[in-house]
């Protein structure tokens, strides 16, 4: 069965410092998408970023970056100098896409707190 | 274009009741995705439809329904309430399914 661990539950970081969220996950198929999710108190949940399993390039979107290990099925994503708009839960996900009932799996998530 | 809404927002019922929940997508989206996201269990995939039909569905029991409608449109419903069905209940559409979903705001059910 697939799985999406994120083994922090909650993080700190100091505003304008670097955190990586962690994230693993276990898929049987080859062709999948990976998400970082973000939702912040009372909010709503947005895209961050996402990888294809194919592209071997980490993806990067600004601050926000990944570091994509297909063959150790890790997934984390970095953010840099963080800010205090960055407080938020944070959802890694993994989307497969061959049509199934488990296609898409999220993780508990990891709740960041940024530290004036 | 317009982001996903969902309606309403807030809703409360009693145990026993039923309740339907409305999901509008972002123009041109066939996919639409239902989740039901708690402190406990966090964000679980209900069932999702694409032109009308139900594609895929998570382990829900059959009191947790939906339908889409023509214009991608498309209501949850749950029958016989439960206290542990509440929750915030999430939306999401994509343009097939296989790429980038965007969440809806949530309807916030409580049962008493």
């Known amino acids: 069965a697939q799985t999406v661990t994120q083994s922090q539950p909650e993080m700190s970081v100091q505003e304008a410092e670097t955190v990586t969220l962690s994230c693993t996950y276990d898929?049987?198929?080859?062709?999948?998408?990976l998400f970082w999710y973000k939702q912040p108190p009372s909010r709503q949940m947005i895209l961050v970023i996402r990888q294809e399993a194919y592209k071997q390039q980490n993806a990067t979107e600004n601050r926000f970056s990944v570091n994509f290990q297909k063959a150790a099925k890790s997934f984390s994503l970095k953010i840099s100098d963080s800010q205090l708009g960055d407080a938020a839960m944070y959802f890694c996900a993994c989307f497969q896409t061959p049509n199934r009932d488990d296609k898409i799996i999220f993780g508990k998530g990891t709740r960041l707190h940024i530290l004036p | 274009k317009a982001g996903v809404t969902q309606t309403p927002r807030y809703l409360i019922k009693t145990r026993g009741q039923q309740v339907t929940l409305s999901c509008s997508p972002i123009s041109g989206h066939r996919s639409v995705s239902w989740y039901q996201q708690t402190p406990g269990q966090g964000l679980q995939f209900l069932f999702e439809y694409f032109s009308e039909t139900q594609r895929n569905k998570g382990n829900f029991p059959g009191r947790f329904s939906g339908r889409q409608f023509s214009n991608s449109r498309s209501e949850m419903n749950v029958s016989t309430l439960e206290l542990g069905d509440s929750a915030l209940y999430l939306c999401?559409?994509?343009?097939?399914?296989?790429?980038?979903?965007?969440f809806g705001p949530g309807t916030r059910l409580t049962v008493l």
């Open positions: 999401a559409s994509s343009g097939s399914g296989t790429d980038t979903q965007y």
């Open positions: 898929t049987s198929e080859s062709d999948y998408y």
